[in-house]
């Protein structure tokens, strides 16, 4: 069974900083591309970050450049979403995703995690 468990999300207040965590389970970690999504209350899902097998490519939202740094650990099968000088228009529900690769740039089957909330508010 799989399973993609997020946290470390919380209140914090305008420019200050926060690391988000997805813990998987249940699959082949280094085999799937792993990415942070987030949605807002009335807004659609967008991507803000991911990061390829082994950690060698990322690919942020031009929103977040800059402040926000994703990385993995696929020893501990956990990927992280550091969030810097956080905005107002960051507060949001994050979600983890992780998509299988069959091969660079060809995936298959995803999953998702329960999501966890952030807002920056002062």
């Known amino acids: 069974q799989v399973q993609l468990v997020e946290s470390g999300g919380g209140l914090v207040q305008p420019g200050g900083s926060l690391t988000l965590s997805c813990s998987a389970s249940?699959?082949?970690?280094?085999?799937?591309?792993m990415s942070w999504y987030r949605q807002a209350p009335g807004k659609e899902r967008e991507l803000v970050a991911r990061i390829t097998r082994a950690g060698g490519s990322t690919n942020y939202a031009d929103s977040v450049k800059g402040r926000f740094t994703i990385s993995r650990d696929n020893a501990k099968n956990t990927v992280y979403l550091r969030m810097n000088s956080l905005k107002p228009e960051d507060t949001a529900e994050y979600y983890c995703?992780?998509?299988?690769?069959?091969?660079?740039?060809?995936?298959?089957?995803?999953?998702w995690g329960q999501g966890t909330q952030v807002a920056v508010s002062s």
């Open positions: 995703n992780a998509k299988f690769t069959v091969r660079d740039g060809v995936y298959g089957h995803d999953y």
């Open positions: 249940g699959l082949t970690f280094s085999r799937y591309l």
